[in-house]
């Protein structure tokens, strides 16, 4: 950081050139560290141990991990009646209705089949069907987040998912962060239990005589949670495995410089490594920003987290134009970009690669973290360019059908044989040619 009359400058500033771009972007992508074999063979004992123990495993792990001594596993009823009684009242009023909002949202994104019919008796399809069991992981203890058990939920819940479960760490009273046992009833869960870790994602891939196997795996965690849920995909389907946080904004010379700078941070307050940029056509606004950075900081509770992520991720770019901001954003494919201008939708259909886009001066990153309806769980790490925000489509699965008539295959036979012989297999051929032929060879 460099010292400027009174002003700490967090942000590092340049006036953007091809090379600066690609070396911006280089940056971010190191944000990302490999996991250490000491992790993988560590978290890879644990679940090996789980799938040849089920719930002896997790009970010991338990004990080892959390310092708990549990007795059951599930979460009663009774138990999130009293997680009700431990929470604000408009807690639970605000949760409801990000709930309202969320399901609007994502009812939009139910897809259907089709059915195609051609002559002669000829029809094809496609059926779209929910899958049968979920497993959401939420974090406990300091690290938890309500929000993220409606995002993860409630799309699951409008795909049609049959049966939804969460796991989630005890706390050391050997129960759960009422907050979570308060989104999880709103969310509409099916059953809680009380294991976090390695263990719980390996219980959710392998099952045990108290949890069952389940299809898919969603949900945050710590390294050790997301380097299960990689060694169990294949054998389960996994959501992602998420970076560091991110936000990009781009903003005009008529940008306020107190919005801009507590949206940068309220990204940047997430993770050290979590990064902030700042894309701009004023310089004038990069220095008021500098000045608003160091004003609110100081009375922020992550204040040490955020100067840290500011100073080793956070940027300022100065470009000439909007256009020519936005082109510079789709290289680096954020998961949030903010477009702080006066007509932002002008502007959306330039965008490429964002997990989620905020546009206007008065909508911030946290409307879509918590109650705007979109989901937050979001492509990270540029990842943007080809990856897809959680929805509906991830809780789905696609199935094809065909029918031929006998008076099509008749028509259609000798093509399909021809095809066949030519990649040498005559099995293939052979089970059209019997058909043809009633039966001879």
Same mark, same amino acid.
């Given at each position: 950081?460099?010292?400027?009359?009174?002003?700490?400058?967090?942000? $590092?500033?340049?006036?953007?050139?091809?090379?600066?771009?690609?070396?911006?972007?280089?940056?971010?992508?190191?944000?990302?560290?490999?996991?250490?074999?000491? *992790? *993988?063979?560590? +978290?890879? =004992?644990?679940?090996?141990?789980?799938? $040849?123990?089920?719930?002896?495993?997790?009970?010991?792990?338990?004990?080892?991990?959390?310092?708990?001594?549990?007795?059951?596993?599930?979460?009663?009823?009774?138990?999130?009646?009293?997680?009700?009684?431990?929470?604000?009242?408009?807690?639970?009023?605000?949760?409801?209705?990000?709930?309202?909002?969320?399901?609007?949202?994502?009812?939009?994104?139910?897809? =259907?089949?089709?059915?195609?019919?051609?002559?002669?008796?000829?029809?094809?399809?496609?059926?779209? &069907?929910?899958?049968?069991?979920?497993?959401?992981?939420?974090?406990?203890?300091?690290?938890?987040?309500?929000?993220?058990?409606?995002?993860?939920?409630?799309?699951?819940?409008?795909?049609?998912?049959?049966?939804?479960?969460?796991?989630?760490?005890?706390?050391?009273?050997?129960?759960?962060?009422?907050? !979570?046992? +308060?989104?999880?009833?709103?969310?509409?869960?099916?059953?809680?239990?009380?294991?976090?870790?390695?263990?719980?994602?390996?219980?959710?891939?392998?099952?045990?005589?108290?949890?069952?196997?389940?299809?898919? !795996?969603?949900?945050?965690?710590?390294?050790?949670?997301?380097?299960?849920?990689?060694?169990?995909?294949? /054998?389960?389907?996994?959501?992602?495995?998420?970076?560091?946080?991110?936000? &990009?904004? *781009?903003?005009?010379?008529?940008?306020?410089?107190?919005? +801009?700078?507590?949206?940068?941070?309220?990204?940047?307050?997430?993770?050290?490594?979590?990064?902030?940029?700042?894309?701009?056509?004023?310089?004038?606004?990069?220095?008021?920003?500098?000045?608003?950075?160091?004003?609110?900081?100081?009375?922020? /509770?992550? /204040?040490?987290?955020?100067?840290?992520?500011?100073?080793?991720?956070?940027?300022?770019?100065?470009? $000439?134009?909007?256009?020519?901001?936005?082109?510079?954003?789709?290289?680096?494919?954020?998961?949030?970009?903010?477009?702080?201008?006066?007509?932002?939708? $002008?502007?959306?259909?330039?965008?490429?690669?964002?997990?989620?886009?905020?546009?206007?001066?008065?909508?911030?990153?946290? !409307?879509?973290?918590?109650?705007?309806?979109?989901?937050?769980? &979001?492509?990270?790490?540029?990842?943007?360019?080809?990856?897809?925000?959680?929805?509906?489509?991830?809780?789905?699965?696609?199935?094809?059908?065909?029918?031929?008539?006998?008076?099509? !295959?008749? /028509?259609?036979?000798?093509?399909?044989?021809?095809?066949?012989?030519?990649?040498?297999?005559?099995?293939?051929?052979?089970?059209?040619? +019997?058909?043809?032929?009633?039966? =001879?060879?």
């Amino acid at each position: 950081m460099k010292l400027k009359g009174a002003i700490l400058y967090m942000l $590092k500033f340049m006036e953007i050139t091809e090379s600066n771009k690609k070396s911006l972007i280089n940056e971010l992508k190191g944000r990302a560290t490999e996991t250490e074999q000491e *992790i *993988i063979l560590s +978290v890879n =004992n644990i679940l090996s141990k789980v799938k $040849k123990e089920g719930d002896k495993a997790l009970f010991e792990l338990t004990k080892t991990f959390d310092k708990v001594d549990l007795k059951t596993l599930e979460v009663s009823a009774s138990e999130i009646d009293e997680c009700f009684n431990n929470v604000e009242e408009d807690f639970i009023n605000a949760l409801k209705e990000a709930k309202v909002n969320i399901e609007d949202y994502h009812n939009k994104q139910k897809a =259907n089949g089709f059915l195609m019919t051609k002559d002669k008796g000829v029809y094809l399809g496609q059926r779209v &069907l929910p899958l049968e069991r979920v497993g959401v992981y939420v974090p406990g203890g300091t690290a938890a987040y309500p929000s993220s058990v409606l995002m993860n939920v409630i799309p699951a819940k409008v795909a049609g998912v049959d049966e939804i479960v969460m796991v989630t760490p005890p706390d050391k009273d050997g129960g759960i962060n009422p907050y !979570i046992g +308060v989104a999880a009833r709103i969310a509409g869960i099916d059953k809680i239990y009380k294991v976090g870790g390695a263990q719980a994602v390996g219980a959710l891939a392998y099952g045990t005589e108290t949890i069952g196997k389940v299809d898919k !795996i969603v949900g945050p965690g710590n390294i050790f949670v997301a380097t299960a849920k990689k060694l169990v995909f294949g /054998e389960v389907d996994i959501d992602m495995i998420a970076g560091p946080s991110e936000i &990009l904004v *781009i903003a005009d010379e008529k940008s306020d410089p107190s919005f +801009v700078a507590a949206d940068l941070m309220s990204q940047a307050e997430h993770d050290k490594l979590a990064s902030s940029v700042l894309i701009t056509t004023s310089k004038e606004l990069y220095e008021k920003v500098e000045i608003e950075l160091e004003r609110q900081v100081k009375t922020l /509770e992550r /204040e040490e987290i955020i100067r840290t992520s500011l100073k080793d991720f956070g940027s300022a770019i100065l470009c $000439k134009t909007i256009e020519e901001c936005i082109d510079i954003s789709n290289a680096i494919a954020p998961e949030h970009l903010e477009i702080m201008v006066d007509e932002p939708m $002008k502007y959306l259909g330039m965008v490429r690669n964002a997990g989620s886009v905020f546009l206007g001066r008065y909508c911030p990153e946290p !409307i879509g973290d918590y109650f705007g309806g979109t989901n937050h769980v &979001l492509p990270t790490s540029g990842t943007a360019r080809f990856f897809s925000p959680l929805s509906v489509d991830s809780f789905i699965k696609k199935s094809s059908f065909i029918y031929y008539s006998k008076e099509a !295959i008749m /028509e259609n036979g000798e093509k399909i044989i021809t095809l066949a012989n030519k990649e040498g297999l005559t099995a293939h051929a052979n089970s059209v040619k +019997v058909r043809l032929n009633n039966g =001879n060879l």
